[in-house]
Nanobody, 122 residues
Framework: QVQLVESGGGLVQAGGSLTISCAPTGGTFSNYAVAWFRQAPGKEREFVAAISWSGGSTFYGDSVKGRFAMSRDNTKNAVMLQMNSLKPEDTATYYC???????????????WGQGTQVIVSS
């Protein structure tokens, strides 16, 4: 079982950048694919990005493609999401999730963090 914790959320102006991170609490998730999802109030949880266990493959949702970059450092047991050119519509709680393979549906993931809030002001 993997327990995850996100960090790095905050308030940023539109056009700015922010990096959020995800790490396991106790143990490692180097054998797991990791994904980021986000959920804004009143909306469904949305796929943002995912990375394979090795870091060799990354996948992005259409709304963030070209602006966000996901990476991982298995030696440091961390996954990062670099968010650039942020827009007010990126405002949401961002969650990381882990599973054996990359998936794009939230319901397919068994392990979740508590989320970190990102607010983009216009």
């Amino acid at each position: 079982q993997v327990q995850l914790v996100e960090s790095g959320g905050g308030l940023v102006q539109a056009g700015g950048s922010l990096t959020i991170s995800c790490a396991p609490t106790g143990g490692t998730f180097s054998n797991y694919a990791v994904a980021w999802f986000r959920q804004a109030p009143g909306k469904e949880r949305e796929f943002v990005a995912a990375i394979s266990w090795s870091g060799g493959s990354t996948f992005y949702g259409d709304s963030v493609k070209g602006r966000f970059a996901m990476s991982r450092d298995n030696t440091k047991n961390a996954v990062m999401l670099q968010m650039n050119s942020l827009k007010p519509e990126d405002t949401a709680t961002y969650y990381c999730a882990a599973d054996a393979i990359v998936r794009k549906k939230a319901s397919d993931y068994d392990y979740w963090g508590q989320g970190t809030q990102v607010i983009v002001s216009s």
